[in-house]
Nanobody
Framework: QVQLVESGGGLVQAGGSLRLSCATS????????MGWFRQVPGKDREFVAK????????AYAEAVKGRFTMSRDNAKNTVYLQMNSLKPDDTGVYYC????????????????WGQGTQVTVSS
């Protein structure tokens, strides 16, 4: 089993920045794909970014390219999502997730989830 705990959410004005953290524990996540998703009420969870823990390969949703940066710290078993130039449309609950497969594309492809952290961007 893999346990994931997100932190770092909050309220920020448009144009501001936040850094989300996702601490992992339990099974070693070497070889896993770690992803960030977000969700607003009434909508499905939306892919934001992912990183392959071993290779460091990254992928981003078009909506966040150039503004968000995902990274990992092997020593701390933690992944991060640096969010800059935030917009009101970035508002939502942000979830950290882990998948056995790099090809994981939707929330259904991920095996483990954190509890989520709220991000609210005011205009």
């Amino acid at each position: 089993q893999v346990q994931l705990v997100e932190s770092g959410g909050g309220l920020v004005q448009a144009g501001g920045s936040l850094r989300l953290s996702c601490a992992t524990s339990g099974r070693n996540v070497n070889g896993y794909t770690m992803g960030w998703f977000r969700q607003v009420p009434g909508k499905d969870r939306e892919f934001v970014a992912k990183i392959h823990w071993t290779s460091g390969t990254l992928a981003y949703a078009e909506a966040v390219k150039g503004r968000f940066t995902m990274s990992r710290d092997n020593a701390k078993n933690t992944v991060y999502l640096q969010m800059n130039s935030l917009k009101p449309d970035d508002t939502g609950v942000y979830y950290c997730a882990a998948s056995f497969r790099w090809a994981a594309a939707t929330s259904k492809d991920y095996n483990y989830w954190g509890q989520g952290t709220q991000v609210t961007v005011s205009s």
